[in-house]
């Protein structure tokens, strides 16, 4: 099982590392997703992937607020002055792991803590050298150190080098005992506790040891003090040690911390101590929190998921709106088309006598057309108005386009600042940098492929005339009938008339007049209702719509949201399906 | 010095209550309104006493130290920690403090010192934490209090990291004893991050209280104690104390005006483009206005000779003008239909509107108007272009409330150029046409003829003859020819005073329409607006160096 698990945690180690790259080159979304993740990262890096490497050795870290003495307990604990002690505060920054010459060979070798890069401490005051990179370790060999026990020297957690807070906080992970080194100043620290709640959360076994303690009365102000620490941090098993303040290093090196609660002094309560059990225990809790944490992080990825999705989506709900509202003028008469086509299917006769009516119309609407100007420019005081010309069209398109495409840039930039984190931080300066100029004119581009709109428009329109026509055979029908019957009617119904009476009188008249009218009130009647019959504008305007629509995500929303489509991406990889899964199986372990 | 700081204060102060369309600077206002309260604050207190904060982390010895001062028991110390929870003040008997919510202990011997003895900055007990702020926000001077354990601590470091050059701080070692001075590392390490501090003292807090609860004299191992005592008692004299008070206050000034000068940086390159923005949609605007207004309304010759010829049928004499009149109302009889007769559209057009702002006495009426929806348009795309530029700069500007103005703007230019110039053009031309001398050079020719019917007709009586009825219908033909002859060159005369007219009208439409304050008086004032704040922060700049 062990070996089972092992492997998904690598994988699992694998996929995060993955995903983290994949991330790199978006700062925003990987600072919001890895945010707070350090600890358990830690975690898995220093703790659940080594240790079944190396399970039969103790790791006992020495750790606590800065110039409490960390080094002087060190020091006293491994019996020799191997880690530099300095009378100002954060002076070890790097840590420093003293084993056997076994555990020494192995750690240099880099098998005893494979996430830090093990280097031989070749001088006394390497630990306390800034210049190193932060994850060195230093090693030292000590012979007087039992095989299965290493010690650690850790950098405080509290000072104003907030590096040192990042390598302590790498050995919190590695180690499995934190000797917790606190003073009477230092036992309530924020900072302090902080560090250690999180290492007692994560199954750390804590032993706390006072330092500097003043010995009056069986360091009873020590205990109380011990008692309020282990308070704090929610320590259950309590084992006290304690350094009295009038100590002086030079004199014993081998002194031995004495305990406050009947146990060995604390190095003989470290030999004893059941490493198989202890690091077994300290695993598990591990594992434990580890999962807690993984827990949340997967929902993030869901989160984030679905955030990016609905800010995706408010995008293209505002494009579509904005389409929407974009109602082209076709610039041809609609009317006119229907009657053209009924015209060129109508039957010999009636084609006869239309022919012979729209010629008398036409001459008739131009005389009329001139004489209703003249009076119409006397009486308005205006021209008629002209149609429009195909660039007059085209260039009042252009217009209506170019308001609607700022006013949605406009409001992307105004609807990207009120996004929630990460996604404001991945796309408002996006929004801000589009180059409106050039969005614009490839916009109005694409959504005005054709010069002349109501060429464009007519040939949408014959189309879905004869699409019309072959799909409603009734209604077809009906249509022609009643073209017929308009033409025909008069004609026929005049002409007996002026055969019967035989003269020149009123139903000569009617006859000769009778195609002029059937032609004209079958063209009144199929301009009226052309668009009524046939929504012939429809088709043409919803892909003149469509065709904005896709412009504006083309050349808008896909140019600004690439960030979010990326991070999108990311999210559903198989690095995050891995990531989900192994979760789900570290959970049923644990 | 003062009164400087007042007038910095002032235009802070109008900064402050900015609720304008800036959106970085209003952003700042509640900030920027707080530093103006504590500037307030403080300058009025300029001359008095000076509040001492005894801060540091918990456990270092702040409260031992104010007993040391004190040289009696006032604040309770204790081994556990942490100790002290509540600020406590100790100052001279009788002085008004500046703050009433902590407690007092009015036992002091030294004279403009109020000593605070605050919570820890750094025990789990985050409200410790909080109240040392609260001391810290209305300190003028902050002792930092450290041990050889505590004092690179982060915790109280991070307190103290916003106040930089805003408080004089001094630094004061504790719990001093054989092990050596962290002086030089500490000093060092402030120095680094931009702190600056006063005098430094060394001292063991407990051995000064023993001694001087005992009544002896100042010893060796005391170290620096009884400086500290001679620092406090003597050398924070009211010179001293006014100088610190004074150096806070500038160090607020600074920091406020960096905030400011920031955001006036991040605006100005975006300020240019916008007034060249503004500048450019103004002059396209007037330029579009004016193309098409005389390109369609202005350029219609019906509207000129339709004018010129109602106001000369108003005033036309004798016969031929009398002749004029009756075919002019004839002419116009549509016009004066009632709506419900009218054509369709008659009602709406352009033209219409102008010309019966040309001819009628009526003022503009008020729910018409005459600015023609193409140019709206044109400006709408403006507006929208120079709208997307102010967002991306960070200023908001109300939306359609331009489009109003810009409509009546240009209504009442129209009108006042319609009514003004143009009319009165029209009613010189039509004066003139109407004049006695024109009305008899035209009357002359058909009065001559009619005379002479006449003469024809009397002698032709006199001679008992008759006259042939071809004569008359001959007479009545060659007057009809003449009257009409007559009225052709009226009505030509009548288009050419139109046509100059319009040549004249269409000059003063063009220095109508560019006449400044056309459009965008929104944008405009905006801009002001945030120029006018820029100069303002540029002064306080100014007057802060």
């Known amino acids: 099982m062990d070996d089972a698990l092992n492997h998904d945690l690598e994988v699992f180690d694998t996929a995060l590392r993955t995903l983290d790259s994949a991330l790199e080159s978006q700062p925003a979304l990987h600072g919001a997703l890895f945010k707070d993740t350090g600890e358990w990262r830690k975690l898995l890096t220093f703790k659940l992937l080594p240790q079944l490497a190396g399970k039969d050795v103790l790791v006992a870290a020495v750790a606590g607020g800065t110039n409490t003495g960390k080094s002087t307990v060190f020091n006293l604990l491994a019996g020799a002055e191997l880690s530099p002690v300095r009378a100002t505060a954060a002076a070890t920054c790097r840590p420093l792991l003293v084993g056997n010459q076994h555990r020494f060979d192995q750690g240099v070798a880099g098998n005893l803590v494979p996430g830090l890069q093990a280097r031989f401490q070749a001088h006394d005051t390497d630990p306390i050298d800034r210049s190193a990179a932060p994850d060195t370790l230093f090693m030292k060999a000590c012979e007087g150190l039992p095989d299965h026990m290493v010690l650690l020297d850790v950098p405080d957690v509290d000072s104003i080098d907030l590096i040192n807070w990042d390598v302590a906080e790498?050995?919190?992970?590695?180690?499995?005992?934190?000797?917790?080194?606190?003073?009477?100043?230092?036992?309530?620290?924020?900072?302090?506790?902080?560090?250690?709640?999180?290492?007692?959360?994560?199954?750390?076994?804590?032993?706390?040891?006072?330092?500097?303690?003043?010995?009056?009365?069986?360091?009873?102000?020590?205990?109380?003090?011990?008692?309020?620490?282990?308070?704090?941090v929610g320590i259950e098993e309590r084992t006290f040690f304690v350094v009295p303040h009038d100590f002086t290093l030079m004199e014993s090196c081998d002194h031995r911390i004495a305990s406050l609660s009947d146990t060995e002094p604390l190095r003989a309560y470290l030999e004893q101590m059941d490493v198989v059990d202890t690091k077994d225990r300290v695993y598990r809790d591990t594992l434990k929190h580890f999962t807690g944490h993984t827990e949340e992080f997967v929902a993030r990825l869901d989160d984030f998921a679905k955030s990016f999705d609905g800010v995706s989506k408010l995008f293209e709900h505002r494009a579509e709106a904005v389409a929407q509202s974009y109602d082209p003028e076709p610039g041809a008469q609609v009317g006119?088309?229907?009657?053209?086509?009924?015209?060129?299917?109508?039957?010999?006769?009636?084609?006869?006598?239309?022919?012979?009516?729209?010629?008398?119309?036409?001459?008739?609407?131009?005389?009329?057309?001139?004489?209703?100007?003249?009076?119409?420019?006397?009486?308005?005081?205006?021209?008629?108005?002209?149609?429009?010309?195909?660039?007059?069209?085209?260039?009042?398109?252009?217009?209506?386009?170019?308001?609607?495409?700022?006013?949605?840039?406009?409001?992307?930039?105004?609807?990207?600042?009120?996004?929630?984190?990460?996604?404001?931080?991945?796309?408002?300066?996006?929004?801000?940098?589009?180059?409106?100029?050039?969005?614009?004119?490839?916009?109005?581009?694409?959504?005005?492929?054709?010069?002349n709109i109501s060429d464009a428009f007519r040939a949408h329109a014959e189309k879905t005339l004869d699409e019309w026509w072959n799909d409603n055979k009734m209604r077809r029908l009906f249509l022609v009938q009643l073209d017929a019957m308009l033409m025909l009617a008069p004609t026929a119904v005049a002409l007996p008339l002026a055969v019967y009476s035989g003269g020149v009188g009123v139903p000569e008249v009617v006859a000769a007049t009778s195609p002029l009218a059937g032609e004209f009130f079958s063209r009144v009647l199929e301009h009226q209702f052309a668009d009524k019959w046939v929504d012939l504008m429809a088709p043409w305007h919803k892909e003149q719509q469509a065709r904005f629509e896709r412009a504006l995500h083309e050349h808008i929303l896909e140019a600004a949201l690439v960030p979010l489509a990326e991070g999108r991406a990311a999210l559903d990889s198989e690095a995050a399906e891995t990531l989900r899964r192994i979760h789900t199986q570290c959970l049923t372990v644990s | 010095?003062?009164?400087?700081?007042?007038?910095?204060?002032?235009?802070?102060?109008?900064?402050?209550?900015?609720?304008?369309?800036?959106?970085?600077?209003?952003?700042?206002?509640?900030?920027?309104?707080?530093?103006?309260?504590?500037?307030?604050?403080?300058?009025?207190?300029?001359?008095?006493?000076?509040?001492?904060?005894?801060?540091?982390?918990?456990?270092?010895?702040?409260?031992?130290?104010?007993?040391?001062?004190?040289?009696?028991?006032?604040?309770?110390?204790?081994?556990?920690?942490?100790?002290?929870?509540?600020?406590?003040?100790?100052?001279?008997?009788?002085?008004?403090?500046?703050?009433?919510?902590?407690?007092?202990?009015?036992?002091?011997?030294?004279?403009?010192?109020?000593?605070?003895?605050?919570?820890?900055?750094?025990?789990?007990?985050?409200?410790?934490?909080?109240?040392?702020?609260?001391?810290?926000?209305?300190?003028?001077?902050?002792?930092?209090?450290?041990s050889t354990e505590k004092y690179l601590d982060e915790a109280s470091w991070s307190l103290l990291r916003p106040l930089r050059g805003q408080r004089a701080m001094i630094c004061v070692e504790t719990k001093a004893g054989p092990q050596p001075s962290v002086k030089e590392h500490w000093l060092e390490r402030l120095k680094d991050q931009g702190f600056e501090?006063?005098?430094?003292?060394?001292?063991?807090?407990?051995?000064?209280?023993?001694?001087?609860?005992?009544?002896?004299?100042?010893?060796?191992?005391?170290?620096?104690?009884?400086?500290?005592?001679?620092?406090?008692?003597?050398?924070?004299?009211?010179?001293?104390?006014?100088?610190?008070?004074?150096?806070?206050?500038?160090?607020?000034?600074?920091?406020?005006?960096?905030?400011?000068?920031?955001?006036?940086?991040?605006?100005?390159?975006?300020?240019?483009?916008?007034?060249?923005?503004?500048?450019?949609?103004?002059k396209a605007l007037a330029r579009e206005s004016l193309g098409f207004v005389s390109d369609h309304l202005f350029a219609e010759p019906h509207l000129w000779t339709y004018a010129v010829g109602r106001e000369t049928s108003v005033r036309s004499k004798g016969y031929i003008g009398i002749c004029y009149r009756v075919l002019d109302a004839l002419r116009s009889l549509p016009m004066r239909m009632p709506s419900f007769l009218s054509l369709a559209g008659l009602k709406n057009s352009d033209g219409r509107r102008a010309a019966e702002l040309l001819t009628s006495d009526d003022l503009m009426p008020h729910e018409e108007t005459i600015a023609p929806e193409r140019v709206l348009e044109y400006y709408r795309t403006q507006q929208s272009e120079l709208a997307l530029t102010f967002v991306r700069a960070g200023i908001e500007v109300r939306e359609g409330a331009g489009e109003l103005a810009f409509q009546q703007e240009l209504d009442r230019r129209l009108v006042s150029v319609i009514k003004g110039p143009a009319r009165e053009r029209v009613q010189?031309?039509?004066?003139?046409?109407?004049?006695?001398?024109?009305?008899?050079?035209?009357?002359?020719?058909?009065?001559?003829?009619?005379?002479?019917?006449?003469?024809?007709?009397?002698?032709?009586?006199?001679?008992?003859?008759?006259?042939?009825?071809?004569?008359l219908i001959h007479s009545a033909t060659v007057l009809a020819i003449i009257t009409t002859v007559e009225l052709v060159i009226l009505s030509f005369a009548i288009r050419s005073v139109a046509w100059m007219a319009r040549q004249g009208s269409l000059q003063d439409l063009k220095a109508a329409f560019l006449a400044p304050r056309l459009a965008f008086e929104e944008e405009k004032a905006v801009l002001q607006d945030v120029r006018d704040n820029l100069k303002r922060i540029e002064s306080i700049k100014a007057m802060v160096q």
Not at chain 2, 198 to 221: H, I, Q, S, W
């Open chain 1, 170 to 232: 790498n050995i919190q992970a590695v180690c499995d005992v934190l000797i917790a080194v606190l003073t009477g100043e230092k036992y309530q620290d924020e900072q302090v506790i902080a560090y250690f709640r999180q290492a007692a959360d994560s199954g750390r076994v804590i032993l706390p040891l006072m330092n500097k303690a003043n010995d009056a009365q069986d360091f009873e102000v020590a205990r109380a003090q011990l008692e309020d620490f282990c308070q704090s």
């Open chain 1, 336 to 451: 006119k088309l229907l009657h053209n086509h009924i015209k060129a299917r109508r039957g010999a006769v009636s084609r006869t006598v239309g022919k012979v009516g729209a010629a008398a119309v036409d001459g008739v609407s131009y005389v009329g057309r001139s004489l209703g100007e003249m009076v119409r420019s006397r009486l308005t005081l205006t021209s008629a108005k002209k149609p429009p010309t195909a660039d007059e069209l085209r260039s009042y398109h252009a217009r209506e386009l170019s308001i609607r495409t700022r006013d949605f840039i406009r409001d992307c930039v105004e609807l990207a600042e009120h996004l929630d984190q990460p996604a404001r931080d991945m796309v408002a300066k996006r929004f801000e940098a589009l180059e409106v100029t050039e969005v614009v004119a490839a916009v109005e581009a694409a959504t005005l492929v054709d010069d």
């Open chain 2, 428 to 471: 010189n031309g039509a004066r003139r046409l109407s004049r006695w001398l024109t009305t008899v050079l035209l009357d002359v020719p058909p009065v001559a003829f009619l005379c002479y019917t006449a003469f024809i007709v009397v002698k032709s009586y006199l001679a008992a003859r008759f006259l042939d009825v071809s004569f």
């Open chain 2, 1 to 146: 010095m003062s009164d400087s700081i007042l007038n910095v204060l002032e235009h802070l102060e109008a900064l402050a209550d900015y609720d304008g369309p800036w959106k970085a600077l209003r952003q700042e206002t509640a900030r920027l309104r707080e530093r103006v309260n504590e500037l307030q604050t403080r300058e009025a207190r300029l001359d008095d006493v000076l509040v001492v904060a005894l801060v540091g982390g918990s456990g270092v010895g702040k409260s031992t130290l104010l007993n040391a001062i004190a040289g009696d028991q006032i604040a309770l110390t204790s081994a556990m920690r942490p100790c002290t929870t509540k600020p406590m003040a100790y100052h001279p008997p009788g002085t008004e403090l500046p703050f009433h919510e902590w407690e007092g202990v009015p036992r002091s011997a030294l004279e403009h010192l109020v000593l605070i003895d605050t919570p820890d900055s750094d025990s789990i007990a985050h409200i410790h934490r909080e109240r040392t702020v609260e001391v810290l926000k209305q300190c003028d001077l902050i002792v930092l209090c450290a």
């Open chain 2, 197 to 282: 501090t006063g005098p430094y003292f060394r001292v063991n807090a407990l051995r000064t209280l023993d001694r001087k609860m005992a009544g002896g004299k100042p010893e060796e191992e005391e170290y620096d104690g009884p400086a500290l005592d001679q620092f406090l008692r003597q050398e924070l004299n009211r010179e001293r104390i006014a100088r610190i008070k004074r150096s806070n206050v500038a160090g607020l000034l600074q920091k406020a005006t960096q905030r400011l000068d920031e955001i006036a940086e991040e605006i100005r390159p975006a300020l240019a483009d916008l007034e060249k923005g503004i500048q450019a949609s103004d």
